[in-house]
C-alpha cells in the first residue's frame, strides 16, 4: 500500500521512548526521509547534545533546538524525531501542531529506565539518583505531552517495527496527514 504524507510527522516523548528508532522504521515504511533534530543540532554545533549542555547551558540549547525544527519542518516532509525536551515548549507545541503533527510515544517509566539506566549520553539523568530524577522528568512532562495531536501506546514486547506499525495505524485516522494513493 502506498502513502502520501501530506505533513510532517513529529514524534514527542520521553527519552527512551523510541522516537529515533521507530521515526527511522515509519520512514522507510512511507518511503519518505527521516529527520531528527538532536542529529541536526549536533552536526550544526560540531559537538553532542551533552557537550552543548556542559558547555552553553540547557536554555541556548533549547533556543537552537527550536530553531531547528522549524527549519526541518519548514524544508522537507518526513518523519521528524525530536529531543524529549523539545515539545514542553509552548512555541515549540504550536508550531509542530501549525506545520506538521505531533505523535506522542507513550511509554511507561519501567521501560524508559529499561532503555536508559546504561546511557551515559543523557545529560539531565548525571544525577546521583538517575531512576528518581528520570520519574521526576515524567512527572513533570506527561501533562505537557498528552497535549499532542495523536497519542499512541508503546510496549516492552512490541517490536520497533510493531511500534511503526500502530503509528501508521494511528495516522491512517488523519487524512489530512496521510492519504492512501
Known sequence: MRFELKKTVV????M??????VGRALAQMLGVP??????EIEKAADRSIAEIFERDGEPF????????IERLL???RGILSTGGGAYLAKGN???ISDKGVAVWLDADIDLLWSRVRHKDTRPLLRTPEPRKTLEEIFAARVPLYSLADLPVKTESE???EQTAERVLEVLK??????KEK
Request: glycine fraction near 8%; avoid cysteine.
Open 16 to 21: 527512551g521512548a523510541g522516537k529515533t528508532a
Open 74 to 76: 519548514d524544508e522537507e
Open 93 to 95: 507545541r504550536e508550531m
Open 173 to 178: 485516522t488523519r487524512p489530512d496527514v496521510l
Open 34 to 39: 527521516f529527520l531528527d533534530s538532536d542529529a
Open 11 to 14: 514524534l514527542v516523548g520521553m
Open 158 to 160: 512490541f517490536s520497533i
Open 61 to 68: 540549547f533549547r533556543q537552537k533546538e527550536s530553531q531547528v
